[in-house]
């Protein structure tokens, strides 16, 4: 006995989900240009 119905997956958890993607390539871009221009993995933090 199995379920037959399709998984419904809320609009609002999609956007959510992209937009979280999203702000974590902005960070990761962000961590490898303080890296770039400090030499530091986290700047003012050892």
């Excluded at 199995?2 to 998984?7: A, G, L, S, V, Y």
């Excluded at 999609?14 to 303080?34: D, T």
């Amino acid at each position: 006995m199995q379920n037959t119905e399709p998984k419904i997956i809320e609009k609002e958890k999609i956007v959510a989900e992209k937009l979280n993607g999203r702000f974590a390539m902005i960070g990761f871009i962000a961590l490898i240009g303080a890296y770039l221009t400090t030499g530091q993995i986290i700047p003012g933090f050892i």
